[in-house]
C-alpha cells in the first residue's frame, strides 16, 4: 500500500481523486476474496438490510447490536468504542466500508502506526483529540470491568502519561506516545481472530 488507509478515505472524501481508481483491495489489507468473505460475513449480520447485489452500493447500516455481538468483538471491553471510532456517524451502525476498515486495522497485516492511529482514537472518549485522565479512567474502568474503587484507578496509568505531556497539557496527543496502556486488546486483535467466523 502506497498511501494510508485514512488518506485514501480521506482522498476519496474530498474529491481529488475519483473514485473509481480506488477498488476495495486498494482501501484494505485484504484480497478480493478475503473481501468477499467479509462481505458475507457482513450480509449475515442483518441479511433482511443487506442485499446481495451490492452493485448500486446502497446505503446500508448494520446496527451496533449486531456488530457488538460478533465473535471478534462480544468479549471485548471496548466493543461498543471500537464500532463508534470506525462508523461514519460515531453511533456504533457500520456501512460496508466502515466494516471493512475496521477488519482491515484488526489484520496482522495492518502497520502498527495505523494501529497505534485508531488505538489513539478508542481510548479517546471524549473525542477531543487528547488522552486526558477522564479519559484514562474509562480505560481503566473498561479493562477492569468497573471493578476497581475510585482510589485504585486513576493514579496508575495516569502516572505512565511521559512527565512532560502531562507537566505541558495534563494530558496526552500523541498517538505514536504509548501511554502504557496501549494494548492489542483496544482493536480486538487476538490470534483468535479470523474472517472465517
Known amino acids: 500500500m502506497g498511501m494510508r488507509l485514512w488518506e485514501k478515505k480521506e482522498a476519496l ?22 473481501i468477499m468473505r467479509l462481505f458475507y460475513r457482513y450480509q449475515d449480520l ?16 448494520v ?3 449486531l456488530i457488538g455481538g460478533m465473535p471478534e468483538l462480544k468479549d471485548n471491553p471496548f466493543r461498543e468504542r471500537i ?7 460515531g453511533d456504533g451502525h457500520m456501512t460496508l466500508d466502515n466494516f471493512l ?26 473525542n477531543d483529540d487528547y488522552i486526558c485522565a477522564w479519559d484514562l479512567e474509562q480505560t ?15 493514579p496508575h496509568p495516569y502516572m505512565r502519561v511521559p512527565r512532560k505531556e502531562r507537566q505541558a497539557r495534563g494530558r ?6 504509548h501511554c502504557g496502556i496501549w494494548s492489542p486488546w483496544a482493536l480486538g486483535i487476538n490470534k483468535h481472530a479470523s474472517l472465517n467466523h
Open 13 to 34: 472524501q474530498a474529491g481529488s481523486v475519483p473514485s473509481q481508481h480506488f477498488s476495495p483491495q486498494d482501501c484494505t489489507f485484504f484480497t478480493r476474496k478475503e
Open 46 to 61: 442483518a441479511p433482511q438490510l443487506v442485499p446481495l447485489d451490492y452493485t448500486s452500493c446502497p446505503d446500508v447500516k
Open 63 to 65: 446496527p451496533y447490536e
Open 83 to 89: 464500532a463508534q471510532v470506525f462508523s461514519e456517524d
Open 101 to 126: 476498515d475496521m477488519f482491515s486495522v484488526m489484520s496482522e497485516m495492518a502497520p502498527r502506526d495505523l494501529k497505534a492511529y485508531y488505538a489513539f482514537k478508542i481510548y479517546d472518549f471524549n
Open 140 to 154: 481503566v474502568t473498561k479493562l477492569t470491568r468497573g471493578e476497581l474503587s475510585a482510589e485504585e484507578h486513576l
Open 172 to 177: 496526552c496527543s500523541d498517538p505514536s506516545v
